[in-house]
């Protein structure tokens, strides 16, 4: 399940996820360790083939989160001499988290600078760890569709920019600062067509049964409503979809 077959590419969406959920950690000198978690099996799934494909010894845990749904968490642990080699097989994409990375494992200083570069599979890893494809209602009844996805690293939020910049796709971002979080940004795509290119852009990239299902109801949704003068009734496909995608959310 590996990203087309391509373990430089997996690394890529691997490092996305990583930057995007994974935490680092250091007790003392002699401990340390990297862990990312998920709640979609699937992903967690291609996270352990790459390790293992790696060479990169893991452990996994499970967890209920308390949620209304009661979801269960899948945390991946990486310890110690493990986790300096995944820091040597992912390095040359960890761009936006890697002084955090090298402070833990002991790396150079100097490797911390690097520049960011624009990595489409990257952004899908950081996409499926932090963002979202949902459609909302407004006050009039209209159905409109949204991918969007929230960080506190300005870097991440710069090279998701960079990337879909490259991409040729619109957003907008807007930041927030709550009273009992940190400060985050918000990268938004929103509009039909500007919503229906990065789909089209993306299709084929994401990983995992769920937002393989989200993206192709998304896109099917787009496609309908476009094909149709404004206005018009949705159809009982359009509402069905609208619901599918809201119960994958919960």
């Known amino acids: 399940m590996l990203v087309q077959g391509n373990q430089q590419a997996t690394a890529s969406w691997f490092t996305g996820m990583l930057e995007g959920e994974g935490h680092f950690e ?12 998920n709640t979609d099996l699937d992903l967690i799934l291609v996270c352990e083939e790459f390790l293992a494909k790696s060479s990169v010894l893991f452990t996994r845990q499970e967890e209920t989160r308390k949620t209304k749904a009661g979801k269960t968490a899948y945390r991946i ?15 040359s994409s960890l761009q936006c988290r890697r ?5 833990i494992v002991g790396a150079s200083e100097t490797e911390c600078d690097a520049p960011l570069t624009v990595d489409l599979q990257w952004l899908i890893g950081v996409w499926q760890a932090e963002g979202t ?31 879909l910049k490259d991409l040729g796709c619109s957003w907008y971002c807007k930041d927030f ?18 919503l229906q290119r990065f789909l089209n852009k993306t299709q084929g990239l994401w990983l995992g049964r769920r937002d393989n299902l989200r993206t192709s109801l998304m896109l099917e949704f787009i ?24 119960d994958q959310n919960r």
């Open 26 to 37: 250091k007790r003392d000198y002699n401990f340390f360790r990297v862990h990312l978690s």
């Open 77 to 91: 642990y990486i310890s110690s001499q493990d986790a300096r080699n995944l820091y040597v097989k992912i390095r």
């Open 99 to 103: 002084d955090q990375y090298a402070n």
């Open 133 to 163: 494809f949902y459609i909302a209602k407004n006050h009039k009844g209209v159905l409109v569709p949204y991918a969007s996805l929230e960080n506190t690293n300005s870097k991440i939020i710069a090279k998701v920019v960079m990337t």
């Open 177 to 194: 600062i709550p009273t009992v979080k940190k400060p985050y940004t918000r990268v938004q795509i929103s509009g039909m067509k500007r």
């Open 223 to 246: 496609n309908s409503r476009l094909s149709k003068h404004q206005g018009v009734s949705y159809n009982d496909r359009e509402q069905q979809i609208y619901h599918l995608i809201r």
